[in-house]
């Protein structure tokens, strides 16, 4: 719809594979380069793996492309097969006839044996492509290994190219795979493109699609994409196709940020960075560094003399409060012990405990009630 509008000659963002297409950024080349070098220097297993939408398979439709023509090739696309069924797909891709009528295991593995030393006397050499390697069961990839063991005294008959994500790594690591892993002679893990290769990676679509050098996407719109799409190619061709749209709609001229805002937020739901995001992370770092600078500082501030006078200047007046008068635990505590002790002495003492009072005491005690009451006598006379 929309290529007519921009004057363009093809999509430039389809998530086709297509060699034409592909963008060698420093990274592609490099896993060209380790692919072409475990096909030519009589390679076992060659591994690349690299994260979805990272190129993967386009890398490897440029490896073919490059193939010289005396290299025969089969292209296992759905690995979710049995060990007898990978054999019989092998021998389908190659056109080998399996004369049995009920085909065995030993069966497949003879004729795949014969028609490799014969393709070899003929000077042809032999690879077999397996994508989406991570779903290969235990078996299968014990099944390819042995599959490797098909030689002569010099090279290997045939050469395994194991393409897939990161679990793949994951899986050949395993002490069961320790075998198959000794075996890679070539690996490689892609990663996604750079920021700075984002705006280089559309231009170059534009271009190979006619669109020449004109810039249909403004800077801030590159940046966008590249930030959510996290340098991703397949989320890049996705966002920037629902991008030229929503230009074509708008009767836009160009993408720019808010056009190319919202076709993130219909291709990703949201289109919104993650919580980890850069500007989040910008604003923890420096809210930390505030603290870091606070904290420390504070904490002199607080052991500083001048606090300290003011700290003894202002408890006095805290003692002076209501609050201070009112009686603590403590003091009721100390009061209620008085109290109890000044009951237990006023208890009257005891006959026993009269006669052990000293001499002096019980004469004054006398005195005491000789002034009190008067003698009879005296009373009657008066």
Not at 307 to 320: A, G, M, R, V
Request: some cysteine.
């Amino acid at each position: 719809m929309y290529t007519h509008y921009f004057g363009l000659n093809d999509k430039p963002f389809a998530i086709a594979p297509n060699p034409r297409y592909l963008y060698m950024s420093e990274l592609h080349r490099e896993a060209l380069a380790h692919l072409i070098y475990g096909i030519q220097r009589d390679g076992c297993f060659i591994l690349l793996t690299g994260d979805v939408g990272t190129g993967k398979t386009t890398v490897c439709r440029c490896l073919l492309e490059q193939l010289p023509e005396d290299t025969d090739v089969a292209i296992i696309l759905n690995p979710k097969l049995t060990a007898i069924d990978l054999l019989k797909t092998i021998c389908e891709e190659l056109s080998i006839p399996v004369p049995s009528e009920s085909p065995t295991g030993k069966s497949y593995i003879d004729a795949l044996n014969r028609h490799l030393l014969q393709t070899h006397a003929e000077g042809r050499s032999t690879a077999l492509v397996i994508d989406e390697a991570q779903n290969l069961e235990a078996d299968v990839l014990e099944q390819l290994r042995l599959l490797t063991n098909l030689e002569t005294d010099t090279q290997k008959l045939l050469k395994i190219i194991l393409l897939g994500q990161p679990e793949l790594r994951t899986l050949l690591a395993g002490p069961q795979m320790s075998q198959v892993n000794q075996r890679i002679t070539s690996r490689y893990h892609l990663q996604p493109l750079q920021p700075e290769d984002v705006r280089i990676y559309i231009q170059h679509r534009l271009r190979v699609a006619g669109g020449g050098t004109r810039r249909l996407f403004t800077d801030p719109a590159i940046k966008h994409v590249a930030r959510i799409s996290k340098g991703i190619p397949r989320l890049i061709n996705l966002i920037c196709d629902r991008a030229l749209l929503g230009a074509y709609a708008e009767n836009a001229d160009r993408v720019n940020w808010k056009i190319m805002r919202k076709a993130g937020r219909e291709v990703l739901e949201d289109g919104r960075p993650s919580f980890f995001s850069r500007r989040f992370v910008l604003i923890t770092v420096i809210t930390l560094a505030i603290l870091g600078i606070g904290m420390p500082a504070a904490w002199h501030y607080l052991k500083t003399p001048a606090l300290e006078t003011f700290i003894k200047q202002w408890q006095p007046l805290k003692n002076s409060t209501p609050e201070a008068n009112e009686p603590t635990t403590g003091q009721m505590s100390h009061d209620a012990s008085n109290a109890a002790t000044d009951d237990r002495q006023s208890i009257p003492k005891t006959d026993q405990d009269t006669k052990q009072q000293p001499s002096s005491v019980f004469i004054d005690q006398t005195v005491s009630k000789m002034e009190t009451n008067p003698d009879k006598e005296a009373v009657q006379k008066k």
